[in-house]
T-cell receptor, first 113, second 117 residues
Framework: NAGVTQTPKFQVLKTGQSMTLQCAQD?????MSWYRQDPGMGLRLIHY???????DQGEVPNGYNVSRSTTEDFPLRLLSAAPSQTSVYFC????????????FGPGTRLTVL | AQKVTQAQTEISVVEKEDVTLDCVYE???????LFWYKQPPSGELVFLIR??????QNEISGRYSWNFQKSTSSFNFTITASQVVDSAVYFC??????????????FGKGTHLIIQP
């Protein structure tokens, strides 16, 4: 099993550009989520999904969209990138619910100029 | 609202010393789950332990041990005989059980542990 995969590993954007961070898992996990990690801030939840077709907002959802059309994939879209979105983004998945062990992807380091 | 506090921003010890990382949490739920994750310099997040609020037994796994005390809302992590490979950022995290954990994990800000040879 590949576990949780994320692409790309690194990305540089200009202010106003849009892009999609990809996340996929092959463990048939129902629960998937996106976090951002900023220096000295720990990780903060952006969006989450409890199953295909169901998504909801986390702590810091502004500027991001998600969709969950399949169990495996949970892409994160930046609509109009801003320098404040410079961060490391982690996707995670867990079996059934968020209180189970969450498996994290390797992360995407995004810089917005 | 749930909150996790890791008051120690950075700890530096010499190899073979024991070290304890503190974690204090706040929640109004009676059912909740606590986690510790390790983030080595390579950047990935490694799961260490999950504990639910009904299980206050301390846990030991090799050189790692965890002390869960509901009376003080703490879930501390001790590394015995530390090694250079233990150098990492360690995160404590909490999720409440009432929503099935759907709200995700609330992380502390992390403790950067430096083990000097």
């Amino acid at each position: 099993n590949a576990g949780v995969t994320q692409t790309p590993k690194f990305q540089v954007l200009k202010t106003g550009q849009s892009m999609t961070l990809q996340c996929a898992q092959d463990m048939n996990h129902e629960y998937m989520s996106w976090y951002r990690q900023d220096p000295g801030m720990g990780l903060r939840l952006i969006h989450y999904s409890v199953g295909a077709g169901i998504t909801d907002q986390g702590e810091v959802p502004n500027g991001y969209n998600v969709s969950r059309s399949t169990t495996e994939d949970f892409p994160l879209r930046l609509l109009s990138a801003a320098p404040s979105q410079t961060s490391v983004y982690f996707c995670a998945s867990s079996r059934y619910r968020g209180y189970n062990e969450q498996f994290f992807g390797p992360g995407t380091r995004l810089t917005v100029l | 609202a749930q909150k996790v506090t890791q008051a120690q921003t950075e700890i530096s010890v010499v190899e073979k010393e024991d070290v304890t990382l503190d974690c204090v949490y706040e929640t109004r739920d009676t059912t909740y789950y606590l986690f510790w994750y390790k983030q080595p310099p390579s950047g990935e997040l490694v799961f260490l332990i999950r504990r639910n609020s009904f299980d206050e037994q301390n846990e030991i796994s090799g050189r790692y041990s965890w002390n869960f005390q509901k009376s003080t809302s703490s879930f501390n992590f001790t590394i015995t005989a530390s090694q250079v490979v233990d150098s990492a950022v360690y995160f404590c995290a909490l999720t409440e059980g009432s929503g099935g954990g759907a709200d995700g994990l609330t992380f502390g800000k992390g403790t950067h542990l430096i083990i000097q040879p």
